[in-house]
């Protein structure tokens, strides 16, 4: 077993530097939008390459060097949105887990304007790890083309960003191997709702790196468990 978890440790340092995505087109309704037409574009639009600093600005939305014209999509409250992939392969192409945040622009900012700063980030999905104990664990959003998840119908009416990440896993048996793919995109909620969402979050500030579901190794020994960084999804289940 330890034999095999080596080799698959060799064979994910050989693909550090390959495989890698971001994420370009917002979906709504179904349908893919024009690249970075409401996704504010990244840094890594070009070389694709993850952040791995989460103590960086760019842990928010990772667009400190683009010059941000992305324009702002309306979108219902409960209805599905999401985001596609893209890079060589075209999905999500290591294990890792994924979140979605929202956070809502202060009233009379326009959320392009708007840089995401302050504790006013929820979680609305994630796609976590699944583990049994110590014998398997598996990654279900790895290879996906796409993420889509709805806009809970509670959230207020609204100017947003959505922010995506999936944490590559890979290489994170050592502080700061785990790779952040992230984007930010543009939205007003129309035919919002009188929820609260929370709990509330900063980014950077949500994490320091040093997290169980991190910072840990995939391989060996095969992890009993998994705890998803980040809040718990709002609203609850």
Request: glycine fraction near 10%; aromatic fraction near 10%; charged fraction near 10%.
């Amino acid at each position: 077993m330890k034999g095999f978890a080596t080799l698959a440790a060799i064979a994910a340092l050989a693909a550090k530097a390959s495989a890698h995505y971001v994420w370009p087109q917002l979906i709504v309704n179904g349908a893919n939008t024009t690249s970075w037409q409401y996704v504010r574009q990244s840094n890594n639009w070009q070389d694709l390459n993850p952040l791995t600093d989460v103590s960086s600005v760019d842990v928010r939305c990772y667009d400190s060097e683009e010059s941000g014209t992305s324009s702002t999509m309306s979108v219902a409250a409960g209805s599905t949105v999401g985001f596609t992939v893209s890079g060589n392969p075209a999905n999500l192409y290591h294990p890792g887990v994924l979140n979605v945040y929202m956070a809502k622009a202060p009233d009379g900012t326009d959320v392009a304007d708007w840089d995401g700063s302050g504790n006013v980030w929820f979680k609305v999905y994630q796609i976590s790890a699944v583990t049994d104990g110590g014998s398997t664990i598996t990654f279900p959003a790895t290879g996906m083309p796409q993420v889509t998840f709805p806009i809970p119908s509670e959230t207020p009416s609204g100017q947003y960003l959505i922010r995506i990440e999936h944490i590559a896993l890979h290489v994170a048996s050592s502080f700061g191997g785990a790779q952040f793919y992230i984007a930010c995109g543009q939205v007003e909620v129309t035919g919002g709702g009188s929820g609260t969402p929370g709990p509330l979050v900063q980014f950077p500030g949500e994490y320091t790196g040093n997290e169980p579901g991190i910072l840990l190794d995939i391989y060996y020994p095969i992890p009993a468990t998994y705890t998803q960084p980040g809040p718990a999804v709002w609203p609850a289940a």
